[in-house]
């Protein structure tokens, strides 16, 4: 594979999600580069289709490609539950390609205290039933119920995230029959780590609520590590690309990296 260690990581999702991977990332991994690119002309995935998904997917991995990144993260559950596949082909071996959804099956295969994992995302996540076909592989033990909860991104993007109206959607989606007797509760969209802590304190802390961002950004660590591709020192700033400026995306991006972010619109269809 042609690349090098101090090559950027690329990152894209359809909007701000994805940031709490690339926060995750900048925390554990300071010395990295990241391109994230935000599809927000495209947003919401989770209402796709599979072709859609995998198009615009296709789309921004050549555009990330072109930027010569080492690694292409899918930081959407809806495009690494659609298009991983497609996307790992099309790249071959020009960079490795991963998503969020293994290292989080991993997490929560390996523990033994685990019985019964509740999955939310959006419809096109929860619909390909990826989490329950992994985890089946993985450990019969564990049973899933999963929920489709197609609010909860609209609401995030939307600024919606520590008042009475998300309250009230992330009580009304926590509350159905499906998540009745869960143990773990696992954020199968890279937007509601935005929430997490509203979601656990619905459930009085009493349901574990893993990090995924920090569980994929650990795994990537290691990953890179294994293969000797962990950057040693960072040559250029963290970039952002949006399909569509949104006033939220800076908002939310200028909140987790704690300074103003190089933010610039890229068509790319
Ligand atoms: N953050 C994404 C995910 O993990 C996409 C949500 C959406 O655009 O519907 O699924």
Redesign the pocket.
Known sequence: MESKKSNPIGLF???V??LTVAHAIHTILPQEQMIYYGDTAH?????KSRDTIIHYALGITDFLLEKRCKVILI??????SNAFDEVKEHVGDRAVVLN?IDPVVDYVAGDETIRNVGVI??K??IHSKTYEKKLAGRNSRIGVSSLAT?LL?PMIEEGFVFDDISNAIIRSYLSRRELAEIDTLIL?????PIIRNQISRFYNFEVNVPDSSLIVAEQLQQFLGERNLLSEHRKHPDTFFVSEYTPYFEVIANMFFNEKILLEKKSIW
């Open positions: 999702d359809s909007g999600g994805g947003l919401p995935y989770g209402d930081a959407c559950n809806s495009a690494s969020v995302g959006t096109a996540t197609p991104v199968g969209c890279t937007h509601y």
